[in-house]
C-alpha cells in the first residue's frame, strides 16, 4: 500500500441522541430564569464560571503543557479592569466584559514574554509569582478602595436593569453564553492543526521544534487566547459579587488551586472533564461545606484518590472503558484502498497511544 491510500480523519461525530440532548440540555440552561429561583441562578452561573475557568486551564496544562498556578492574575485583572471601565469609563458592565478580555489578552502579551523564558517548574512558580505581583500593584490603587477594596455605585448596578430579578438573568444569560463560547472555541482549536501542534509541544517539545512545529508562536496564542478568556471571567465572576478587594480577586485558592483540584479530577487533557469535575466539585462542596478546614483535607485526599487510582480522571476512565465523546477530537489515520483490503483504522490518542481496528 502506497502513502495516499491513508488519510487522517476524526473520529465519528457522536450520535444524533447525544447531539440532541446536548441541544436539548442548552436549551433547558437558557430557559432556566422561567423556572428557577434567583438563588439557583447565582449557583448556576457560579457553576459556569467554574466549567469555563476549568477548561481554560486545562487548554493550558492539559494540552499544551503548560502548568499555570498563577491564572488567578488573570480573574482579578479583569475584576479590576471590569470596575475601572464601569466606574471611570462609565461603560455598560456587560458590554465591559468583553473589553476586559480584551486587555487581559493585550497584557498577557509582554508576560508571556517574560515567563516563557522558563521551563518546567520554574514556569509554573514565575506564574504564581506574576500573579502575588498583580496583587500587590491593585491593593495600591486608592482609587479602588485600596487594600480593603470597593462595591460597585449603585448607579453602574442600576444600569445594568432596572430589576434585580432582571439583573440576576442577564448575569446568568451572559456566564452561560461565556461557558459555551469558551468550550467551543476550545474544540475548534483543538480541531485545528494547533490541536497536533499542542499535543506535540506537551509529549517532548524538542521533537515538535525539530519537525517544523512554531513552538514559541503556539505557546503564545494558547496563552493570549487563555488570558482573554480568564480576564472575561473574571469580570464576570465579581460583576456578580459587586465588590472587590486583592485578597478576594487574586484568591489562589479559589481561582487556582479549586480549579487544578476540577480539571484533576475531573479528566485532564479532555474536554469533558473539567464539566465532570466542576459538578463533582460543586457536590461535595454542598455536602463538605460545614466541615470547616476538614473540607479542604477531604478535597486533597480525594484529588489524591483520583490520581492513583484514574491518573486521565474520572471521565478518562468512563471514556476508555466504553469509548464515550462528547467532543470528537481523536484523529485516526484511515486506508481508504478498499479494493484490495477492507478498511482498517489506526487510531492515536495522547493518553492510551495507537491501536489498529
Known sequence: MNASAYRVAFSRRPPW??????????????????WVGRQDLRLLAEIYAYVALASLW???????????????????????????????????????????????????LPVAALVFRLRGHYFAIGTWVIAEVFRLLASQVSALGGGSGTSLPASVVVSIAATRQWRENLIYWAALVLVVAVIGVMVLLLRSRYGLALTAIRDNEAAARHN????????????????????????LIFLQKLRISP???F????????????????????VEGPIIGTLLFFLLRQMLADLGSLYLLILGAIAITVMLVAPRGIWGLIADRVGLQFFPLTR??????????????????????????
Not at 479549586?258 to 484533576?264: L, N
Open 58 to 108: 486545562n487548554l493550558l496544562a492539559g494540552y499544551a503543557g503548560l502548568v499555570s498556578v498563577g491564572q488567578h492574575a488573570y480573574v482579578g485583572l479583569g475584576a479590576y479592569l471590569l470596575f475601572t471601565l464601569t466606574i471611570f469609563a462609565g461603560i455598560h458592565p456587560l458590554l465591559a466584559i468583553p473589553l476586559c478580555g480584551i486587555v487581559g489578552a493585550l497584557i498577557a
Open 17 to 34: 441522541v447525544m447531539t440532541g440532548l446536548i441541544v436539548l440540555t442548552l436549551a433547558a440552561l437558557a430557559s432556566a430564569p422561567m
Open 212 to 235: 517544523g512545529v512554531s513552538v514559541t508562536q503556539v505557546k503564545v496564542i494558547v496563552y493570549v487566547v487563555t488570558a482573554f478568556g480568564t480576564a472575561a471571567i473574571g469580570a
Open 251 to 270: 484568591s489562589v485558592n479559589d481561582w487556582t488551586a479549586f480549579v487544578i483540584f476540577i480539571t484533576v479530577i475531573g479528566g485532564i487533557g479532555r
Open 332 to 357: 485516526r489515520v484511515v486506508e481508504d484502498d478498499s479494493r484490495t483490503t477492507p478498511q482498517r483504522t489506526t487510531a492515536c490518542t495522547p493518553s492510551s497511544g495507537c491501536s489498529r481496528s
Open 247 to 249: 485578597d478576594a480577586a
